[in-house]
């Protein structure tokens, strides 16, 4: 199917994918869809990002163990910003369940910023962050 605006369907189809997609690949197509929304979108919605982290973005203090700075570290582009150049670096890493489950995905960049965040909480901060480059979007029109 083709684009008709990248910038609208593409955060259309991560979230549609997100919550549709049942296999054993769910945390790897998470970081894939949360590596484009990192990269892609931040050359047109970063500064709306929401300073503070919202409330039911999935995302809390508590997920963000270590900051370089702990007047900015716990702004959402900062977090944002830092979770992308973890992901960039490939400085990031999992933690399983006994059963080898994937339970939590950890971020750490060379900033002394680490976060570590349950998968459910990281797929609802991917659809959130999906939902708010769509308003993004739908605002510069």
């Known amino acids: 199917m083709e684009y008709i605006d990248f910038k609208k369907d ?3 189809r991560t979230i549609d994918i997100l919550k549709n997609y049942k296999g054993k690949y769910e945390v ?3 970081i894939n869809c949360l590596t484009a929304l990192l990269v892609l979108p931040k050359e047109f919605f970063y500064k709306n990002i929401p300073e503070e982290i919202p409330c039911g973005w999935g995302l809390t203090k508590e997920h963000i163990t270590t900051v370089s700075c702990e007047a900015c570290g716990y702004k959402l582009r900062e977090i944002v910003r830092h979770m992308r150049n973890a992901i960039a670096h490939l400085d990031i890493k999992t933690t399983n369940d006994k059963n080898g489950n994937i339970e939590r995905v950890k971020f750490e960049n060379r900033s002394k910023f680490i976060a570590e965040i349950p998968v459910d909480d990281l797929k609802t901060f991917v659809i959130k962050l999906a939902q708010h ?3 993004c979007k739908k605002d510069q029109k």
């Open 10 to 12: 593409f955060p259309e």
């Open 28 to 30: 790897t197509l998470l």
């Open 133 to 135: 480059v769509i308003e």
